[in-house]
């Protein structure tokens, strides 16, 4: 019965930080002169906001993903600032502009099947090319869904992911701060 208790009072502490972030980001959507509508939903506990468009998407929305998502990723920092600011506490929150993570989730995720296939068949481990956090956790998640191990290495711009058949016997040479990192999906 606790679980359900802490479980309910996790998602409440996530429905606020998404009102908050809704807030934060209408206001930006208003000082930009931008049109969307904000989804917010909690996804493997946290919180998850959308900004999303009716019919055609406004074009004018691709600014804020910027180039390989980068406006985006600072947009979200920003956003997790603003949460953090009101309720005193790290946020985890998720933002999406124009599904765009949504479909470079799917993207890395056909990348990472790609690579467990092999993987499997092949019984062999594979470096992935250097990632941001997000997209490692990606490929994290579906490693171990397929029952495969990954681990990340790597400092900085050339942190990778690596996915092995079988547990790693060697410690990877990241620390339990970047570890962390990727488990939480940040940038």
Not at 86 to 100: F, V
């Amino acid at each position: 019965m606790s679980e359900n208790i802490d479980h309910d009072e996790l998602v409440k502490k996530l429905d606020k930080e998404g009102d908050i972030a809704a807030d934060y980001l209408e206001e930006l959507l208003d000082i930009a002169d931008l049109d969307g509508d904000i989804d917010i939903a909690v996804e493997a506990d946290r919180a998850a906001v959308a900004v999303v468009t009716e019919g055609g998407a406004d074009r004018r929305l691709r600014r804020l993903i910027g180039k390989n998502g980068e406006v985006l990723d600072a947009l979200q920092e920003l956003t997790r600032l603003a949460v953090q600011t009101a309720t005193g506490e790290r946020s985890r929150l998720m933002l999406d502009i124009d599904k765009h993570r949504a479909k470079h989730r799917e993207e890395i995720a056909e990348l990472a099947r790609d690579v467990v296939r092999e993987v499997k068949e092949d019984n062999v481990t594979i470096e992935l090319e250097p990632m941001n956090a997000f997209e490692r956790k990606v490929v994290h998640d579906v490693a171990a869904e397929a029952g495969l191990y990954s681990d990340s290495e790597g400092m900085g711009p050339d942190r990778h992911v690596v996915v092995h058949p079988e547990p790693p016997t060697a410690d990877s040479d990241g620390d339990d701060e970047a570890e962390q990192a990727d488990e939480d999906g940040d940038a």
